[in-house]
Structure formats: C-alpha cells, structure tokens
C-alpha cells in the first residue's frame, strides 16, 4: 500500500495530548485551590462567571471533568471513535476525549459536502453496486463498525460496516476515510452481525438476523421451520486491492434462530466465530388476526437461546473444497454438512442475549441476556473440552449443543438488561445495562486477568439514558487501553434542549482511570462529558489510538481518482485543458484552482451527451474545490490532487453558471463559468 507513510497530522499526538492534558489539569488544580478574590483563575472567578453567564456553578469534580476533556484549540484527541450511524447510513468520527464531530463518511446514502452521489461517477459506482435486483437502495442502517487489524489490533488501514436493513457491508479506506465499495448480501435481505474481523482482516462476519428464505425468495410463513434459514457470510478480504473478493466468499445454512452479533476468537480461540442468537422459540408472530402469540412474547418464552461457536478453519476448508451449494451463484455449506463435519455447536445461553464479545486474551465468551442480570462467562478450553468428549444433546435440526455446565465459567450478577462487554488493560469488563441506564464496571477472573479478585461487579455508574453499547479505546482487540468508557445511549431525555420531539442521542463519556477503591459508589467511574448526536442511531463503535492513522492530507499525485486509488491517466492536468466535440458526444477537460476553472465557458447543444473531467490542481493542505450545476444535480467535491468525473445528457436548455461550492479564497466568489445549453431548433 504505497503512501501510508506520508505524513500525517494524527501522528505523535497521544504524548502531547496526555503532557497537555497534565498542564489543563494543574491549572485547574490550581484554580481550585486558589481562593482568589479577583474573579480569574479561580473556580470561584469561574462560577462567577458562569452565574453571570446564566449558568450553574461547578464542582470540584466536574471542574476536574472539564479539564480531562477540554481541548485548546489546535490541540489533537489521542483517540479516534469510529460510531456507526445508524439510520443516517454512515460512520461518524469522533475525537476522544473531546468528543467533537470531525466528520460524518459518506457510506451508503447521498452526502453533499463529500460530493458524495451527486454525479461523481466514482461515488454512484460504489453506491449502485448496493442496488438490490437493480432497484436503488439509498438509505442503509448501519449498526457494527470494525477496524481492520493485524495480530489482533487495530492497525488503522480500513474500517467495514453493515447495513442491517437491506444485508449491504461497505469497505471504507483510512488513506482517505472513503468509501470504496458496497457489497449486497447474496442470500440474505436482512442482516445484523456484522461487520467482525477476524484478528489479521482476512476475513469480514455478517451474520444474519431475521430468517427468511435464502435467496430473497418468497415462501409462506407456515413453513418457516423448513423454507427458513438462518445464515452467517464470511467476506474474504483482499488487503492489497483494498476491496472484499467476492469470489473467494462464502455463506452457512443455520437453523432459522434469529442470529444477532458475532466476535471473531483470537489468540487462543483464532479460527473460531462466535455468535449469539434469540428466537429458537421459531415465533412467527400473531398473524394477521393477531391472534397468535406476538414476537416479543413468542421469541422469548424460552430459558435459554443458542450461542453458535463456529470453527471457521474447518468452513474454509469446506468451501474451498466446494462442498457447497449455490444460492444467487454464491456458494453456501448446508446445515447437515456443518453438524456433519463438526464445524458448528451451539452453547446455551441465558434467555434473549444481545451479542458475544471475546475476552482479550480469546479464552473467554462473554454473553449477556437482556432479561437475564446477569452476565454469563464461556471457556474457550472448556468448549473444546466439550466437543471432544462429546458432551452435547442435539436440538431439533441435529446441531449439537453443549453442556451449559460444562462450558460456563462463571456469572456474575450485574444489574437489569446487560448487553454489550468491552474491556480494559487492568482485567476489568464493562458491560451495559439497558433496563438500569447503567455501566458496570466488574473483573474478570483468572490467570490472565485478575484472578482470585476476579468475577464480581466491582461498582455501576448511572447514565441518560437507555444505554445500548458501549465502547472503550481498543476495548476489544488483544490489547485494550483502558481509561474511559463511551456509553452510547439511545434516549437523551432531558439532557439537552429539546429540538423538537425527534431528540438526538447522547454519548457519554466516562473516566475510568481511578480504581473502584477510590469511588466505591461507581466502582471508580465519572461520567465526564455529553455529546448529542442529532443525526442518526449509532449502536456500536470503536475507538483507536490517533496515532495509528495516516490518512493523507492530500491526494498523492494530481489527478488520482479515489475510486481506483490510482492516478487516472485521462485525468486534465494543467495545460491540457480542452473540449472536444464528437458529433453528440462532448468531452471536457477542465482543471481547478484557487480561483478558477479552465475553461471557465462552455458552450453546448441541447442533447448532447456530455462527459466532463475535472481536477483540483491544488496541492496544499485543506484547499479544496466544489464543483456544481443547477438543475442537473451535479455537485462534486475535489479534493487537493483529486480527479472526477460526471456524464449526463444535457437535455435541459438555458444557461447554467457553475461554481465552486467550498469558500476556498478571497476570489473564490469568482471562481465560477457559465455552461449554456443552446436550445435545438
Ligand atoms: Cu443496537 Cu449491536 Cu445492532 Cu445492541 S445492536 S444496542
Ligand atoms: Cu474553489 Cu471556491
């Protein structure tokens, strides 16, 4: 991958952060010790002003909080997040600890201030490649962003997401935080456990969600036991091209429990996957009549659901044999050749779990039920242990499930609705509690963690509310950072000013240096910060060290087209700037630059089929160039170096000025030309 090491703005932040963090820190130490009378410097002198401001006064505390987050401007966050968007159909990225919006990636849906699927023939390719039987889909539900990694940590080079609502997953390139490539599920319509890597990103997880018939096929809902399936795809990524290999891909038949998030293992567990399912009741709902049972009664009447621990070596070797079959041209292992080959068991777990999450060190699966307080904790060697003395009863589709007993490792009460897990570096877990609007902190147990002192809740901290994950910096990878905690929250209530009824959601960050010693009623957590978040449901996020990332500030080379990553040859450049007519078909290439186009005049007839390139010949950090045209719904973004280009019929006669959408100079005003379509007559 040529250019990861240009320079970067990111790099050697996180020293500087943490000595500047120190100075903000003693500062307000000092202000707080500090009884002055003159109105600065002082917290006294800051509630002053802050009462004269209309304010509440602070505490100690929160003045401590206020000064572990604040930023001086200028000064870089040593962490990134990376937060799905949900129904906005994007990734937000998130400084850490300020918790300021740096920006929103353009994935699944229309984004104009990227340029993103206005005409760019780049952005529309990647974006009709998640068409659905042709049909447009551009809206998307993105729920698990992951970090591609190396040896089990981030390594900063690409981020995936899904797209729950139509089974889409979508590659993003941290050179320059793009997308670059939408995949629509072949089997699937829905999908949820996704997107998971495996430790070195050879492999992406989708798991599925709500079983339907394979294929986007129809079959009544009275046969779901049979014509339903569950399923899990495992997209082979191709680091060097940057882009999943659909052809190396393949899916699995899974009873139609409905599936719901996956972790890959690591360490010891590496070439397993792990996910939890809910609905092994196989509820179909009340009908239309309604009066059957409805799904939220039927899917969880049951004490237990299935985790599915799948060997994933075995499934690789099995589809590279072709034992498959074809659903969609796409290859998939049935059900029976899975319990057959001994690629797939099922674990009990605790009734409704909402996802698994793998310990650091890959020896433990942590599951927690949402209608269960508490958290379940699986051995891995116990599993093994299990599967080779056979120690299993076999449901209803013949798929083996082990002995609870046999493979749990421990439980520990933590509060009401525990969802989502991630770790630390000192053997704590946090996981969420929904149903508390909770974090609790608690300790894992064992050698590899805090052993004897391990397996109990060491303390919660209240949160606003209705917490859904939660996310800790490199928090599930082999070695998670520890420090703080982001609750992702789904309901902020009365936290902000309401903006109407339609209330954004609340980040939450939490400090969680101290010990629980220190703070026995939080079990040594503060929260420190909000974040609204009006713009979409993130669910799940992660959060990097700053320092990993590279991305470029500037394109390479003038005229590389973020669609290839390459430079495109056929891209204008300074000098060759031209129109060229063929009968119809008009070809023009224009370069950008502050503060102008060349050419700055077109000149065509009605109905011609026009292809217009363009190029930022600007080289300089930040100095990028918009280009639009009323009426045609054109609008591009070209950033420095960056080539694009845009094909339309100009059916439409009048006269037509374009400019430059980004306020780039003091000329900028007049960086503008006039397209006039001649009527024909
Ligand atoms: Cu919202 Cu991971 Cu899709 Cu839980 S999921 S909250
Ligand atoms: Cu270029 Cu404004």
Same mark, same amino acid.
Not at 70 to 83: Q, T, W
Not at 503 to 523: A, C, H, M, R, Y
Not at 637 to 660: H, I, K
């Given at each position: 991958m040529s250019g990861r090491s240009t320079t970067s703005f990111w790099r050697n932040r996180s020293l500087l952060a943490v000595v500047a963090l120190f100075a903000v820190f003693a500062l307000v130490l000092q202000a707080c010790s500090n009884s002055g009378g003159d109105g600065s410097g002082s917290s006294e002198g800051i509630n002053e002003r802050r009462e004269a401001a209309g304010l509440q006064p602070l505490t100690d505390d929160q003045l401590m909080s206020a000064g572990l987050t604040?930023?001086?401007?200028?000064?870089?966050?040593?962490?990134?997040?990376?937060?799905s968007g949900g129904h906005a159909g994007q990734v937000f990225v998130v400084g850490v600890p300020s918790m300021r919006l740096l920006k929103t990636i353009a994935v699944f849906t229309p984004e104009p201030w990227q340029g993103w699927g206005?005409?760019?023939?780049?952005?529309?390719?990647?974006?009709d490649s998640g068409n659905i039987d042709g049909r447009e889909v551009r809206w998307a539900d993105t729920h698990h962003p992951a970090l591609s990694e190396t040896a089990g940590d981030y390594d900063g080079e690409f981020v995936f997401i899904n797209d729950k609502a139509n089974a889409r997953i979508a590659v993003i390139d941290l050179r320059d935080f793009e997308t670059k490539q939408i995949v629509k599920n072949p089997i699937a319509i829905n999908d949820h456990g996704g997107t998971f890597v495996t430790p070195d990103t050879e492999w992406i997880i989708e798991g599925g969600q709500y079983a339907t018939p394979h294929g986007w096929e129809y079959a009544p809902i009275e046969d779901y036991e049979t014509d339903y399936k569950g399923m899990i795809t495992v997209w082979k990524f191709d680091r060097e091209a940057g882009r999943v290999d659909e052809s190396q891909s393949f899916a699995m038949e899974l009873p139609p429990y409905w599936q719901d998030l996956c972790d890959a293992g690591k360490l010891v567990s590496e070439g397993w996957i792990f996910c939890n399912?809910?609905?092994?009741?196989?509820?179909?709902?009340?009908?239309?009549?309604?009066?059957?049972?409805?799904?939220?009664?039927?899917?969880?009447?049951?004490?237990?659901?299935?985790?599915?621990?799948?060997n994933l070596d075995k499934a690789v070797e099995l589809a590279a044999a072709g034992t498959t079959f074809d659903v969609n041209g796409f290859p998939v292992i049935g059900l029976q050749t899975l319990i057959d080959e001994g690629v797939l068991y099922f674990i009990p777990e605790?009734?409704?779990?909402?996802?698994?999450?793998i310990a650091p060190h890959g020896d433990y699966m942590v599951i927690s039920g949402k209608l269960d307080p508490h958290t379940t904790i699986y051995s891995f060697e116990k599993m093994i242990a299990a599967i080779e003395?056979?120690?299993w009863v076999p449901d209803q589709y013949g798929v083996p499930v082990l002995d609870f007993d046999a493979v749990m490792e421990a439980q520990v009460e933590l509060g009401l609705g525990p969802l989502h897990t991630q770790f630390d570096d000192k053997g704590y877990a946090y996981t969420s509690l929904f149903l508390d609007s909770a974090v609790a902190r608690w300790s894992l147990g064992g050698e590899n963690y805090r052993g004897d002192d391990g397996w109990k809740l060491e303390g919660s901290v209240p949160v606003h509310y209705n917490i859904g994950h939660l996310v800790a910096p490199e928090g599930d990878t082999v070695s998670p950072d520890g420090g703080y905690v982001v609750a992702l929250n789904k309901w902020s209530i009365?936290?902000? /000013?309401? !903006? +109407?009824?339609?209330?954004?959601?609340? *980040?939450?960050?939490?400090?969680?240096?101290?010990? #629980?010693?220190?703070?026995?009623?939080?079990?040594g957590m503060t929260v420190m910060y909000d974040m609204p978040i009006g713009m979409g449901e993130p669910h799940y996020a992660q959060i990097i060290k700053a320092d990993k990332l590279n991305p470029w500030t500037v394109y390479p080379e003038i005229g590389?087209?973020?669609?290839?990553?390459s430079v495109d040859p056929n891209a204008p450049v300074s000098g060759n700037e031209r129109i060229e007519r063929n009968g119809n078909e008009v070809e023009i290439w224009m370069t950008a630059i502050r503060s102008h186009y060349t050419p700055d005049r077109v000149q065509i007839n009605q109905g011609d089929h026009v292809t217009w390139h363009v190029t930022n010949i600007d080289t300089?950090?930040?100095?990028?160039?918009?280009?639009?045209?009323?009426?045609?719904?054109?609008?591009?973004? /070209?950033? !420095? +170096?960056?080539?694009?280009?845009?094909? *339309?019929?100009?059916?439409?006669?009048?006269?037509? #000025?374009?400019?430059?959408?980004?306020?780039?100079?003091?000329?900028?005003?007049?960086?503008?030309?006039?397209?006039?379509?001649?009527p024909t007559e």
């Open positions: 604040y930023l001086p401007s200028g000064e870089h966050d040593p962490y990134v997040m990376f937060a206005f005409g760019n023939i780049g952005t529309e390719e990647v974006l399912s809910f609905n092994t009741e196989l509820a179909t709902g009340s009908g239309e009549d309604g009066s059957g049972e409805n799904f939220e009664a039927g899917a969880s009447a049951r004490d237990n659901d299935y985790m599915h621990a799948i605790p009734k409704s779990p909402h996802g698994v999450d003395a056979e120690n009365d936290r902000f /000013l309401p !903006p +109407g009824p339609l209330l954004p959601q609340n *980040f939450q960050l939490i400090d969680t240096v101290p010990e #629980p010693s220190e703070k026995p009623e939080t079990g590389f087209d973020p669609a290839t990553m300089s950090f930040d100095a990028t160039h918009g280009f639009s045209i009323p009426a045609y719904d054109i609008n591009l973004s /070209l950033e !420095p +170096g960056e080539t694009a280009t845009v094909e *339309f019929v100009a059916d439409m006669d009048g006269v037509f #000025p374009y400019y430059c959408t980004e306020f780039c100079s003091a000329l900028h005003l007049e960086m503008a030309g006039y397209f006039l379509v001649k």
